[in-house]
């Protein structure tokens, strides 16, 4: 039986989360934040689609004072959604941010230690105990700026961001990204902040379910209940990137974990609005699917019973009732009935849970991000020209990123990388180590393709 996971609520503006609250919905803006009109004219397709918050890129102050025009223009339009600051490398942006917006994220991955480098990192205990101090002296003047303006917090780890202090003491693990969130929450809570929502987000599926499971739980054993922002970042675009948050997201919403959801496409932010939306109405009907599903499993198969109308309807509810199942690897097959669709198209959809789930590989896997106002070229087009070339390739995986933030660090399971370094510059990467740096963009696609082809000679 669904039941959802009992969380304390966190006051974002005009709106509550977590709690008795609904599952909220939410989406980023991909255009520059000093652009204020174009900002707002994001916002507001975000939110008429359905938005409850909207989050923009503050790369510095600049951004971070201008979310005050964005914040006046919007709501003397008649639209008081809550915005959301991201806050990555600069601290002192979250201070200014928390002037002007109702919640600010900031990346425990990088708001005090340095980016990431897959440097390893020797520290005696004495030494790893001041490095959290350091980040208490940072974060005591953003946690008192947020009490004074009633500014609400994500905590938002990202499994492409960790800083090399985490990873040189707790490896790419999950309990490193558990612990990654939880030195900075367990601040929070002496400082008794409670307007609080935790993120960790990866755009491996298995990790990111995983991970989260293991946050509850160890959140529980310290007896914290904060609300939970769920998304497999970095999921793509089209029917790929729908079946690959359906089968991350979908496995936690019909455990009862997740308070606020964001689809991560690489398309315009509103479109993500309607996707979130089905997964979110969806929870319960899944979630007795997904039992269904499970007590049939014979001869290491999951059958599916469907009957939809509707072939968007059909491949979220299909990927979200089973993918628990498969990252959790109760079994290695999958078939899909419904009544209604050509069987060739069936057995599509469920190589492609499969392969979202890290079960089988069918067909050339893509880790792109939706962008935002830091990305540094054209993301759409990229990926089209990336994919109209590499389709073919199966079992490839290619990270196309529109910057640094997570760009390595996401992609490091990739085969190869293709990441925005600096405006018209693109660096390319096979595996985690950059091959070739500040490439004009022009040239960059085509670059990344003969790289492909010459090592696959």
């Given amino acids: 039986m669904y039941k959802r996971r009992e969380s304390s609520e966190a006051r974002v503006g005009n709106i509550g989360i977590g709690g008795s609250n609904p599952i909220r919905i ?21 939110i008429d689609a359905g938005g409850e918050l909207v989050r923009f890129t503050t790369q510095g102050t600049r ?11 919007l709501k003397a339009a008649g639209y008081p959604t809550p915005l959301v600051a991201d806050v990555h490398f600069t601290a002192h942006t979250a201070d200014v941010a928390a002037l002007y917006c109702e919640k600010v994220r900031i990346n425990p991955g990088n708001y005090v230690d340095p980016g990431r480098t897959f440097k390893h990192l020797e520290y005696t205990d004495e030494e790893y105990a001041a490095e959290l101090q350091k980040i208490e002296r940072q974060l005591l003047p953003f946690i008192n700026i947020c009490k004074e303006h009633h500014t609400a917090v994500r905590i938002g780890v990202n499994h492409g961001s960790l800083s090399d202090r985490i990873m040189s003491r707790y490896g790419d693990t999950p309990e490193g990204i558990v612990e990654s969130c939880m030195e900075f929450l367990r601040i929070f809570r002496r400082e008794n902040f409670n307007d609080v929502v935790i993120s ?29 922002h769920l998304g497999v970042t970095e999921a793509g675009e089209g029917e790929d990137g729908r079946i690959k948050s359906a089968v991350g997201i979908g496995a936690l919403l019909t455990e009862g974990i997740g308070d606020t959801v964001r689809v991560s496409l690489s398309e315009e932010p509103e479109c993500e609005i309607p996707v979130a939306r089905k997964l979110v109405d969806s929870v319960e009907e899944c979630a007795a699917l997904r039992e269904k599903a499970e007590s049939g499993i014979a001869d290491d198969t999951v ?27 109760k079994a290695h097959k999958l078939v899909i009935h419904n009544a209604g669709f050509d069987e060739s198209r069936l057995v599509e959809l469920a190589d492609g849970i499969l392969q979202a789930a890290r079960i089988k590989f069918t067909k050339t896997e893509y880790i792109s991000c939706p962008g935002c106002g830091r990305t540094l070229y054209n993301l759409q087009e990229t990926i089209a020209r990336i994919k109209a070339a590499t389709k073919d390739l199966v079992g490839l995986k290619i990270g196309i990123m529109g910057c640094i933030v997570n760009g390595p660090g996401e992609m490091a399971d990739a085969d190869y990388g293709y990441v925005g370094a600096g405006r018209g510059k693109i660096s390319l990467y096979k595996g985690k180590e950059c091959v070739e740096k500040n490439i004009p963009e022009n040239e960059a696609v085509e670059k990344l393709l003969e790289l492909i082809r010459t090592d696959r000679q």
């Fill in 303 to 329: 059958t599916l019973e469907m009957h939809e109308t509707d072939w968007d309807a059909l491949q979220l509810k299909a990927a979200m009732a089973v993918g628990a199942l498969f990252i959790d690897k």
């Fill in 200 to 228: 960790i987000k990866a755009s491996n599926t298995v990790v990111m379910v995983t991970t989260v499971r293991l946050l509850v739980a160890t959140m529980d054993k310290e007896d914290m209940h904060y609300p939970l």
């Fill in 26 to 46: 939410q989406s980023m803006g991909t255009v520059d934040t000093n652009d204020t009109e174009g900002c707002v004219a994001q916002a507001k397709r975000i």
């Fill in 63 to 73: 951004e971070a004072e201008n979310m005050k025009n964005i914040s006046a223009d």
